[in-house]
């Protein structure tokens, strides 16, 4: 059994570890969860050999109790003892992403999954780091562009911000395939849907001196994708609530100050956050996002 994170470096991690250890069943918390739920941990429970890829899982320890677990990562995490646990940032090295930890650690051949993972990851920014010459020598043999690898992470991506966890699922089995990602109709469909909703959204976004703030009601998986458009269109920091049936979100982030500090302060307040120097990401209780929302717009104006 191989679980894995919804994202391309996930799927793509988890298609070179079938090439590894064969062919099987596959499995994703629910999308949105850093962690394994009482119906993800029973469903689990019938396996006894399960490979983790590229997710830091709150509670992976709990596996331990019925499986032999592997786990090959690049997250900030702290070592699982029960398991092998392969993650370069055990030993404070930063990886662009676990496709690239499986691809050395297993010494497979380079081919597009490997660049997959880390165009996934960190975008265009991967060509400012040292990793780019693996991803010229890929692109050279290849004879692919780089704009190819952007659109076949952006269409492995559609799936988990459409909600589709069975979609995440099933393009595991497609992966090792760039055609057939590049040319696959549903996964076309979803981003066509998420680009036009991306646009409406980014269009209601309201200019507030130092500040472009934004709520919004959408199911889809798409935040972090807003909030960038916003950032990055109009240079300012973008603050943006979503109020889902479930739960509510609120995602900033900041073209040139370092909010950072804000991660705290939602953890203060007994909230899931998470984030970098530019980013930060909330997950609150159904109907807590306003407050919080106001009070981060009062702050930052
Ligand atoms: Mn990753």
């Known amino acids: 059994m191989i679980l894995h994170h919804w994202d391309t470096d996930g799927i793509c991690s988890a298609s070179l570890l079938m090439d590894k250890y064969g062919k099987q069943e596959n499995f994703t918390p629910k999308i949105g969860n850093y962690f394994l739920d009482d119906e993800d941990l029973s469903a689990l429970r019938n396996y006894d050999r399960i490979i983790i890829t590229d997710m830091n899982l709150a509670n992976a320890r709990e596996l331990c109790d019925f499986a032999d677990v592997t786990i090959y990562d690049h997250h900030i995490a702290k070592r699982v003892e029960c398991a092998e646990h392969i993650n370069p940032y055990l030993d404070g090295k930063s990886y662009p992403s676990a496709t690239l930890v499986i691809y050395e650690k297993l010494e497979l051949p380079l081919d597009h999954r490997i660049i997959l993972g880390m165009v996934g990851d960190v975008g265009k920014k991967i060509l400012e780091r040292p990793e780019k010459e693996i991803v010229k020598r890929y692109l050279k043999k290849s004879g692919r562009s780089f704009e190819e690898m952007e659109s076949a992470a952006l269409l492995l991506d559609s799936s988990y911000k459409m ?12 992966a090792d395939d760039l055609d057939a990602i590049l040319n ?7 981003q066509e849907t998420l680009e036009k ?20 009601r959408t199911e889809h ?11 990055w ?12 049936s479930d739960r509510d979100e609120i995602y900033l982030r900041s073209p040139h100050t370092d909010v950072s500090k804000y991660i705290d302060l939602a953890k203060s307040r007994g909230y899931n956050a998470g984030g970098k120097k530019e980013v930060v990401g909330v997950v609150l209780p159904r109907g807590e996002g306003r407050r919080f929302f106001e009070e981060l717009r009062e702050d930052l104006s």
Do not use: C, P, W, Y
């Not at 998986?221 to 950032?231: P, T």
């Not at 240079?235 to 889902?244: C, S």
């Open 221 to 231: 998986h798409i935040i972090s994708a807003v909030a960038r458009e916003i950032a």
């Open 233 to 244: 269109g109009m240079g300012k920091t973008a603050l943006v609530l979503n109020e889902k």
């Open 184 to 190: 696959s109709e549903k996964l076309r469909k979803n």
């Open 197 to 216: 909703e991306i646009e409406a959204l980014v269009s209601e976004a309201e200019d507030i001196g130092k500040l472009t703030v934004l709520k919004m």
């Open 163 to 174: 909600f589709k966890r069975q979609e995440v699922l099933d393009n595991v089995f497609t």
